[in-house]
């Protein structure tokens, strides 16, 4: 697999663009302060699921009705956003969906997912046995299996990151979170388009570092995935595909801890008033991680989803400002109100 040239990535944006606008680049005062960098931030938190999967799902499934009409319907696996996606793509072109997710997923995008017409389905501890089991199922049922990462996701994802590089000044350095690798394969295909020199960071949540080992060691390393707050990131073992095309186009990848993307997701709400969730509150903390080394430099980051749900959201923050409260000796309410 090559990443897709400008003229994919065109055809791409005229398919996602009857389905959706595109989603907004915003430079927050408040969040370049805090950084004391000039950040720029790509909204597909703003997209008609909440995420950036969106595009790829509406790209793979055009393809899908146009080459196997008789199809009747898919299979796949998620954590949720990708699930959404799929849903909604799925119901555009006539297509049953159906989804597996595993044990314990996130309740709210369980909901959303049914809400859009999908079949839900739980199986197993992570998504490397949903999809297993994902696998299995499509020939039982009849049903083509949609892959969680595939060249046509690719160049729907890189959709967003060809607005973002079209629509803001020339950035430095770029964060993008790595779930299974779609969407930081897309930023390397919009630059690569674009002929810029942008530098591409990639994000992995420290309790899921299996891509970050298997870029040190340029090979895929499977590990455990324990993250708290980024499911999106809760990738246990790396895509060899997507590995090669990170090898060879991302500057370097960074761990970011869960107190971290707490942090971040406190902070995005703050000084945005937008809700990210844990995966797409990861690409500020990284650039947070690594704002020393920004000074003077522009930075964008790609706030990916804000699917998060309410009562984890509740908790990550009250819990953020408490700690702050405790580091600084500063109550909140102690201010006036006028």
């Not at 490397?128 to 083509?144: K, T, V």
């Not at 891509?211 to 895929?220: D, H, L, V």
């Not at 003077?296 to 908790?315: E, Q, T, Y």
Request: proline share 4%; hydrophobic share 45%.
């Amino acid at each position: 697999m090559e990443l897709p040239s400008l003229e994919s990535l065109t055809r791409a944006t005229e398919i996602v663009g009857a389905a959706m606008r595109p989603t907004a680049e915003y430079t927050w005062p408040l969040l370049n302060a805090r950084a004391g960098v000039e950040v720029w931030v790509k909204h597909e938190n703003h997209s008609l699921v909440g995420a950036f999967k969106i595009r790829g799902a509406l790209v793979y499934m055009h393809w899908l009705a146009q080459t196997q009409p008789d199809a009747g319907g898919v299979v796949t696996a998620t954590r949720g956003n990708y699930g959404q996606a799929i849903a909604f793509a799925a119901n555009r072109y006539g297509l049953k969906a159906v989804i597996v997710v595993p044990f314990g997923n996130s309740r709210e995008k369980n909901r959303a997912m049914r809400a859009l017409g999908a079949e839900l389905i739980e199986h197993g501890d992570d998504f490397q046995a949903a999809s297993d089991f994902a696998d299995h199922l499509a020939p039982e049922r009849g049903y083509h299996r949609a892959p969680s990462f595939h060249e046509l996701l690719v160049r729907g994802t890189g959709t967003y990151a060809l607005e973002f590089l079209r629509n803001t000044p020339e950035l430095d350095t770029v964060y993008v979170p790595i779930g299974l690798g779609s969407s930081i394969c897309g930023m390397m295909a919009a630059r690569a388009a674009l002929h810029l020199k942008t530098r591409i960071v990639g994000v992995v949540a420290a309790g899921s570092p299996a891509y970050s080992i298997s870029f040190q060691e340029r090979k895929p390393v499977s590990h455990p995935s324990e993250t708290l707050f980024a499911d999106g990131l809760a990738c246990r073992v790396p895509h060899p595909q997507a590995l090669r095309l990170i090898l060879n186009g991302v500057e370097r990848i960074v761990q970011v801890t869960d107190d971290e993307i707490a942090a971040a997701m406190l902070a995005l709400f703050e000084d945005t008033h937008n809700v990210a969730e844990g995966a797409g509150a990861a690409a500020f903390a990284g650039l947070m991680q690594e704002r020393e080394r920004l000074r003077g430099k522009r930075a964008g980051i790609v706030l990916s989803g804000g699917n998060v749900d309410s009562d984890v959201f509740a908790s990550v923050l009250t819990k953020e400002a408490a700690r702050r409260t405790a580091a600084t000796g500063f109550d909140r309410k102690d201010r006036s109100v006028f």
